[in-house]
């Protein structure tokens, strides 16, 4: 499966984005889907992660994006969005979806594709 992410960009503090990564090349429905961010000199950051049906998301444990982002999907569309709300500065980094058959959702090594990563930037 092959993953285009879209809707990064530039935003000021306390602004909103919603990210979207179109799934093409295998049957979307049969993938668990994540997304995952790396800010400059650090590793690779779970965010969230939905499984084929869209029930009960996973979310990193860490307060950094717990109430402020949510994960969802549209099997119809071939489609997961990360809606992205109260950004911060710290927000900043390259946002990666990804897909995986089956995975621990927190693990990116478990996963069996990646995205070529989009660029969030929030200002202060």
């Known amino acids: 499966v092959q993953l285009v992410e879209s809707g990064g960009g530039l935003v000021q503090t306390g602004g909103s984005l919603r990210l979207s990564c179109v799934a093409s090349?295998?049957?979307?429905?049969?993938?668990?889907m994540g997304w995952f961010r790396q800010a400059p000199g650090k590793e690779r950051e779970f965010i969230a992660a939905?499984?084929?049906?869209?029930?009960?998301?996973?979310?990193a444990d860490s307060d950094s994006v717990k109430g402020r982002f949510t994960i969802s999907r549209d099997n119809g569309k071939n489609t997961v969005y990360l809606q992205m709300n109260a950004l911060k500065p710290d927000d900043t980094a390259v946002y990666y979806c990804?897909?995986?058959?089956?995975?621990?959702?927190?693990?990116?090594?478990?996963?069996?594709?990646w995205g070529q990563g989009i660029l969030v930037t929030v200002s202060s």
């Open positions: 939905i499984s084929w049906s869209g029930g009960m998301p996973d979310y």
């Open positions: 090349g295998g049957r979307f429905s049969d993938y668990e």
């Open positions: 990804a897909a995986c058959s089956i995975c621990t959702p927190f693990n990116p090594a478990e996963y069996d594709a």
